[in-house]
């Protein structure tokens, strides 16, 4: 030992374990513990409740739930917020026999009190630091009101709209997915856990719940192994390369097993092939559902299939606190099964220092100081970057100063609850700006005017007459149409994704008019309103976009900010082109607008195409792609070929535009689609600025998962393709790769 070794570094050297001289590794620590617990405390930590109204008057159901907790049958709680209850929680558990602390996760999915645009609308932005810093933020303030863990990002490709989870990702493509998921983790976790603005994330749901047939919500999924792979797993599989500290598993059956009771996608592919340490918890109740699928004959064997799965955690089904240790006591259920999932939950408390100080996260002072900082000026970036402009004929936006007298009609106008979303727990409804709101922060009073037009779901002929009239009096009218906060998210699985109730018919007797009129669309998916599509001079889609909704969407109306929003997802023309996306496969008789569609892919009494294409989004200004070079037109599998082009901003104002690089394997042992994403560059230009966009096509870009589930890439040609949307190609070249 060096002479030189300071005081400081001596203590901190003692400290190590006095077996190896080592610090003792986590991993240690965790083994040393496992072998002072019971069973009952090992089952104990595999099992999660909800405990909404735990601390409120006492009932038998929370009565069991604390003396459990006190008893060492509780590893964790969802749905207990807020440093005083999470606090009073702890103390519980902090009286069982090892006092191993709890766990508190909560649905922190786009924001804890300061409320961000609903994951699918920051998909939009294509920002990957923005998403990142919508996530920072929320687990900053989740972090200070006592949580540990959110249960989210939701990383489900979702490509058919009826499905009402579709809110909650990042939407239909893997690729984007991908970027988004890892962002997301990396916003919520930090650099690693154990700071105090930094809290677990939870990859879910595990795995290919947005395939749900039909779109209906909690339904079979069934798809090839080649899909599986291809289209759903990429994200999960990006979440777990980002260092994701859980996964949740899902309500579906893949191909006939529940997938809570799949070894295949949690221990074959998360634990084997991923070589997954985190821990895997089951959706809620998901464990005790199995029986009603008809795959476990009773509670027990659900816990037993479960736990063999690699469900680590049961949230809320109980069936592991009730079943697990018999099983075990029976040999029915392999005590090494138990004590890896024991292991995996215990990693994660020490990585949070929890067992240093089970109160870290629940401080009064940290709690005061951060929900006492306004992050609404990050909320108000993120939000008006979400924003996509679908339409804007005879430059309608942005508004002209000199209109006087600007008529706001709509059931949204003056929403508030609804810019929440579905899945932000505790909102504060009087913090949310809604648009009414925004123009007032804008406009004069005497500018405006405004309407409801009725409820969305309830509109009487005199409540599109007051409209009308208030429109003819009007210079511009602004309408705010679209769903209330409960029409989209979980089990709100719609038949019909048409704008609801009669607001096309409010919008067309306003439009009668002759008015111009901007029509803002909120919604959690996308939705289908043709008529508006046709008519209106300028239609901006804002989502749910939280807190500050109505500014952001202000500032876009206005100018102040160039929107620059590319959709996620495909929106269709009619329900019954769903599932609905770009990447589609181009059939052996393909239809692309020939005169007659006889013996053609297609529908007699709908189009092909989409109403809104993946990556579509306008701008104010224009762009002009050009000039683009492939430094070589062949590469093997160790080259890489680099493409540049050419982007100008040709318009008069500055703005940003997400350019877009698809490709096309052209021939293949497995068919591929005739584009897939595989890279994009968010650039910014001034009037008349102009800059060179640069990708570089590897061999990986080109891999894909042929019929024996290799990843690989095969020699042949390759279509590369770069425009401003999916359907908007600026330029094309072809390569090989040898
Ligand atoms: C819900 C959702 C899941 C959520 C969990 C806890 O049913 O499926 O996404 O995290 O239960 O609220």
Sequence with gaps: MSKTMTAAMLLAALSFNPLFGQKKTIDQKVDSLLQKMTIEEKVGQLNQYSGRELTGPASDKKTDIASDIKNGWVGSMLNVKGVKDTREVQEMAMQSRLKIPLLFGLDVIHGYSTIFPIPLAEAASWDLEVIAQSAHVAATEAAAAGIHWTFAPMVDVARDARWGRVMEGAGEDPFLGSMIAKARVIGFQGKQLGGTDAIMACAKHFAAYGAAIAGRDYNAVDMSEVTLWQDYLPPFKAAADAGVATFMNSFNTLNGVPATGNSYLQRTILKGKWNYTGFVVSDWNSIGEMTRWGYAENAADAASKAINAGSDMDMEARVYRRNLVELVKQGKVKQNIVDDAVRRVLRKKFELGLFDDPYKFSDAAREQKVFGTDFNPVARDVAKKSIVLLKN????????????????????????????????????????????QGFENVYKATQLSYTKGGEILSATDEDIQQAVELAKQSDIVIMALGETWDMTGESKSRADIHVPGKQEALFNAVKATGKPVVVVLMAGRPMIFNDIADKADAIVYAWWLGTEAGNAIVDVLTGKYNPAGKLPVTFPHDNGQMPLYYAYLNTGRPYVGQKSKQYLSAYIDAPNTPRYAFGYGLSYTTFKYSDMKLDRTEMTAKDSIVVTCTVANTGKYTGEEVVQLYLRDEFASVVRPVKELKGFSKIKLEPGQQTTVRFVISNELLKFYNSQLQYISEPGSFKLMIGSASDDIRLDGTFKLK
Excluded: C, F, H
């Design 393 to 436: 004929e005879r430059n309608t936006l942005p508004l002209q100063n000199s209109y006087n007298k600007i008529a706001l009609i709509g059931p949204l106008v003056k929403a508030k609850r609804d810019l929440a979303g579905s899945w932000s727990l505790t909102p504060d409804s009087a913090k949310m700006i809604s648009l009414y």
